[in-house]
């Protein structure tokens, strides 16, 4: 089920509440089955869901003993900020992530497995942060795939950005580190380093991503995560999270047939914030996330 999907379903839920002209327990069981069902449906982790359930139980119990007839507005309101506020904890690690600063060279690696849209996404940052005034630089420090340099060039001479990368050197750190102090150099405010997401065995890929950040030493990680791998984004942002520790996700492709609800558990699984959205193949499909604006919008 895709997420505008899983809007709609939320909401026909919330609707059935707001008609019923009785809420009782019995009303809420049957809101929460028909939420936990569209949520499952949607790839959200099962124990997540599960504590949405509990939690929202909860907040509601002493709102439903009241037996005075008057308060069914007022219960459902509350009935409806339990769901909301939970929903929004689904997607909200309670982690700030970094933010970049005016005047400062920011380092920003990005990690994440091959065909996630690491490359585009990379191009897509220092597009966001040129139009807010930085001045942006993309280093391709993926050594492993043959064209990745190339795509890197073309990308970001579409995009009128810096790029540093070499056909020749094969070492990434070397390119990594050379990349960054050149940039430094030069005061470039937004240094995106871009890394290989494949190797000939998983163990040396993060090997050699723990070797560039401890090389760059980057003010920010982001894993970069495909909303098309349904569940499988948790197990996936946990391994990189072992490895490469990273400070913020972003969840490419949620334009597409992607349910989110697999990137939205990766979220709690590694207690990290998703800062932005890729919603589409151009450089300006790019959106900001928050958890708030969000699920609001989710609601509709
Ligand atoms: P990498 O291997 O992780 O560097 O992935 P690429 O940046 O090369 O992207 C792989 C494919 O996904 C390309 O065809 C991109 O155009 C596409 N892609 C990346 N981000 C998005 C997105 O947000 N939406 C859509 N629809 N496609 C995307």
Known sequence: MVLADLGRKLNSALSNLNKSPVVDEK?????????????????????????????????????????????????????????????????????????????????????????????????????????????????????FRAGAFDQTRQSATKAKVHFYGSYTETDPVAIASEGVAKFKKERFEVIIVDTSGRHRQESELFEEMKQIQAAVKPDMTVLVLDASIGQAAEAQSRAFKESADFGAIIVTKMDGHAKGGGAISAVAATKTPIIFLGVGEHLNDLDRFSPEPFISQLLG
């Open 27 to 143: 009303v809420l069981d049957e809101l929460l089955k028909e939420i936990t069902k569209a949520l499952l449906e949607s790839d959200v982790n099962v124990k997540l869901v599960q504590t949405l359930k509990k939690q929202v139980k909860a907040k509601v119990k002493p709102a439903l003993e009241s037996t005075d007839k008057s308060k069914e507005g007022q219960r459902k309101s509350i009935i409806q900020k339990a769901i909301f506020d939970e929903l929004v904890q689904l997607v909200d690690p309670g982690v700030e992530p970094y933010k970049p600063k005016k005047g400062h060279p920011n380092v920003i690696m990005a990690v994440g497995l091959q065909g996630n849209g690491k490359t585009t996404t990379c191009t897509k940052l220092a597009v966001h942060y040129q139009k807010r005034g930085f001045k942006c630089c993309i280093v391709c420090a993926d050594t």
